[in-house]
């Protein structure tokens, strides 16, 4: 099992203040030493939180994988496809503007004419495609028939509902038996945390996490006596 760190949410607290912290970049440092496999960066097109020099930054820094999330939007197809070295991973996502985060899975029924020619331009650069769906069987063999050789299952339904019983998990086990038996690699990811995140990594098919929002969270908290005790001696020390 990998697991992917999304740093998007260490941009996130760094463009509440417009400043030059906390860094991404130095966060996708960190999350390698503690041992995660891959770092994930979503550049959306308002550039909300990862920016484009952020992408490059990391592209150039992650001694791991680079997966990069993006929409179906020419400028930021053409900023992923510039970047040096390229980022092994490209997964393609829905976005809405006025969404806080990703609400749902792409809509592949929508034969939008941008999937097949973005599809077809990334892995001409060499960077393998995933495509952020929804469980449901339909949706996964159309994702194979795009010829695609990864899909990352949207897990928010389940991250909402774990609680009240197990119709959502057992929906991503069918989806995940039914992606790996199309020949699929299957990803996952979407608001897990560290209470609801072992019985999806149990999914034996499932043989990737995407993670960002609960670990930069637990990060805050975890880190706090130690930033404060350091601020501490650098202010009684000045005097």
Do not use: K
């Not at 774990?162 to 086990?173: H, I, K, N, S, V």
């Amino acid at each position: 099992m990998r697991l992917y760190v999304n740093v998007d949410h260490i941009a996130t607290l760094r463009q509440a203040r417009r400043t030059d912290e906390p860094d991404p970049v130095a966060a996708a440092r960190l999350a390698e030493a503690a041992g995660a496999d891959g770092i994930t960066a979503h550049l959306r097109e308002d550039r909300r939180h990862v920016n484009d020099a952020d992408l490059e930054a990391l592209a150039r820094s992650v001694r791991t994988v680079l997966n990069a999330e993006l929409a179906l939007a020419p400028d930021v197809v053409e900023s992923v496809c510039r970047l040096r070295p390229p980022p092994h991973q490209a997964t393609l996502v829905p976005e809405r503007r006025e969404e806080i985060t990703t609400e749902g899975g792409l809509d592949l029924f929508r034969q939008d004419p941008r999937l097949g020619v973005i599809i077809g331009v990334l892995r001409e650069r060499g960077i393998r495609v995933s495509l952020f769906i929804d469980p449901e069987p339909a949706t996964i063999t159309t994702a194979h028939q795009l010829g695609v050789p990864a899909i990352e299952l949207h897990t928010g339904r389940y991250s909402l509902t774990w609680r009240q019983g197990p119709e959502a998990l057992d929906q991503l086990r069918r989806a995940a038996a039914h992606a790996a038996g199309l020949g699929l690699a299957v990803h996952a990811g979407h608001g897990l945390t560290y209470l609801n995140v072992e019985p999806v990594a149990a999914i034996p098919e499932i043989e990737e996490l995407n993670i960002g929002h609960s670990i930069v969270s637990r990060a805050v908290l975890s880190g706090m006596t130690d930033a404060v005790a350091t601020m501490r001696r650098l202010v009684d020390g000045a005097r």
